[in-house]
């Protein structure tokens, strides 16, 4: 083993501190920022540390009415992407994890292509296609999208964690006369929850924060979500640093938590999709 | 495995998906740049390449490919510099080296709308965290209009792509050099090699592989960004960070010309394929060397 001399330590201390300064510093300049009352807001030298914190502005948000709306629609659409795409996502994974099938290939090379595929040149057919079945602007059009975006990934993920069950246990399970569908729904899923879970807000997280297609496929109010309440801020409510900061950090903190709680599955699923591929 | 047609119903949902909603359409697009296909309706005539000509006639066109292009090169190039260092770092054995890793992933899980609107508010000219803390720091002369003067602007919102999509990258390379064996490097040591010996002839050589796969998805992510720029300057001021993203969706929706967004799609996806094609080209001339 190597001897770790007493620079080295002072080394890495420096390392860890400059890595937390420039993740960090930004996201705890808008926490900071969320707050303030208006006035402290544009003090001059900056404030850290507030010295008389508010809720003002996390008030503000709450109970604006377009801010709720916003809210309401990108939970609408998360939740049920996130749903659909599971559902599709494991059938799929598991038939190209245990099966041999005419045109397997073909349709694994048209997964990595559409992984790919840069999300600015779907916006044409995305939106081409959903105003020929008249879905734009609606929750159903970006939930479809939302899925759509989503699978490549979440076949993926999943079908690395399927590869990793021996096929052993289910061979009792068929020799006992299981269809197939149970012996995905009896065992691989029950036995896969937390890779399945990790999967689950990996879609979650890719539906919540989206602008570009949102941007496109809606219209209005009335199925527009959260990242574009953002992105127009200042054109309806005037800039409020304030409330823009409020309304920030509520849209961060799900797919923070999240990530933080799943870190581990994701990280690994993410990169080892990649290492073999 | 077994080797049923059962297998393909499994996918089938998921393939009838992809195809009617993502290959269909996509085949379309490529088609309607051929035409004079216009939203509205009207006959759709074959036009052969005059979208791609008007296209290329529109004055800011090449502003945009140059602009893409810097874009692309600054940010693959400063993240993977970025990511390579920050993943050795995270390599080393250390008490908190876990909670560090998370920390340095948090940009990369923030929504990009919060952060194009994080760094817009710290770049703000006139109450931004940078010129209030220049000018506490009695450095008024430097405080600069960072959103709002064409080249600062760039940069500005570069640092902030970097930001946000520099982890990533890093926790790629990092799971890596977490495969790379120790005792090369350890061996290695023996023989009297120094770091930058062993990074370049241990290292490098163990991550061949996956800088290649990184930087194939670093570049094309590279084209194909957005949010951050749209929510930082929305391509301004002069169209100094109007990248091809930002092309397209301003074509198609704001002037609604979609057989010219058609045809900028067209070009966007040949770049995706010469891209990958580079990266076959690369694996498999590094197949026969290892063969």
Known sequence: MLKRRPIHKVLIVIGAVIICIYSLMPIVWIISTSFKKPDVIFSDPPQWIVREPTLQNYKQVINNP?????????VIISFFSTLLSLLIAILAAYGFSRYRFRGKSTFMGMLFFSRVLPRVSLILPFFIILNKFRLVNTHLGLIIVYIIIGLPITIWLAKGFFDKIPIEIEESALLDGCGPLRILL?????ISAPAIGAIAMYAFILAWNELLLALILTLDISTQTISIGLSYYK?????????LMASSVLMSIPAVLVFIFFQKSLVEGLTSGSVKE | MRS???GFLFVLPAVILLTVLMVYPLLQ???YAFTSFKLAGGDVIFVGLKNFRDVMKRYEFIHVLRNTISWVIATVTLQFAIAMMVALFLNIKFVGREVIQIIALIPWTIPSVVSGNTWKWIFQTDYGLI????????LSQFTRPWLSEPRLAFFSVLFAAIWQGYPFLMVMLLSGLKGIPEE??????????NTFHRFRYITLPNLQNIIVIVLTLQV???WNTFDIIFVMTGGGPGGATEILGLFIYKLGFSSFNFSQAAAVSVILLLFIFIVLGIRNIASISRGTKHA
Not at chain 2, 184 to 193: C, F, L, P, S, Y
């Open chain 1, 186 to 190: 009896r065992i691989i899923v029950p």
């Open chain 2, 29 to 31: 697009t490529i088609s």
């Open chain 1, 235 to 243: 054109l309806e409510f005037g800039i409020s640093w304030g409330n």
């Open chain 2, 184 to 193: 090369q490097h350890e061996a290695a040591m023996i023989d009297g090699a």
């Open chain 2, 220 to 222: 094309i992510y590279a």
């Open chain 1, 66 to 74: 377009s801010m709720k709306q916003y809210f309401k629609n990108t």
């Open chain 2, 131 to 138: 010129n209030s803390t220049l000018r506490a720091l009695g």
């Open chain 2, 4 to 6: 049923e047609n059962k």
